[in-house]
């Protein structure tokens, strides 16, 4: 594999974990280039190798947070468990099936998260619901399982999907759902690993190196999040939320 090729993908990867910590969807960044660079090998190898410097920097991105925000550990960790278990099952199919049919659907939830999220100014400011604990436990699991399976099937957006569905189901701020958003995605992302080191699909070489650069981003990333706040994390969430649709966009009428 060229050393180029591993600059640039490194690179990219550094860029992803900076991003993904601070709302998520860094796979956005890095996932498309992969898919260009490494065009020689299947989709489900590629994807599978980037979930490799994923779990690195999502890992070293969480610890940060979780020196800042309590969490309700009895919902986390059953989500975590939902997510990992959802996520597998998600991978296996990706091995399958081609995925572009949910494209377009992602187009179309992608533009109405942008409307929302930039028309709501308070969105993701402020705690603003109390669920009965049934209610918690049904949007944990609901959250969990759907989103865990998109990500280990496909992968790139996971992270926003989950801090928006946080946010927009149970009420709760940008900081404590991408807290939260960190600790689903460690799990779904070592779901799909298990997954694809079972079927020896991962491309060492380019995953190691990228794996480094991508917790380098995360860790600055993450601070980054922490020290600005909410009204940040919410410029950075349209940002990405954009690029999302923009990206989909291109691939939905392109054809690919």
Known sequence: MAI???????????LAGFVDAIVGGGGLIQTPAALVLLSPYSVATVIGSMKIPSFTGTFFATIQYLKKVKLQWQFVIVMMLIAGVSAFAGSQLLTKIHNSFMKPVLLVVLIIV???????????QTKSK?????????????I??????YDGFIGPGAGSFFILAFITLTGIDFLYASAQAKLLNLATNGGSIILFVLKGTILWQIAVPMAFSNALGAMIGA????KKGNNFIRIIFLIVVSATLLRFAYDVFKGR
């Open 223 to 226: 601070k980054v999040a922490i």
């Open 144 to 149: 969990s399982s759907v989103i865990g399976f």
């Open 4 to 14: 180029s090729i591993v600059i640039t993908l490194c690179c990219l990867a550094f």
């Open 114 to 124: 942008a409307i929302y999220s930039y028309t709501k100014k308070n969105f993701g």
């Open 130 to 142: 109390k669920l009965s604990v049934s209610k918690q436990w049904f949007f944990a699991v609901l």
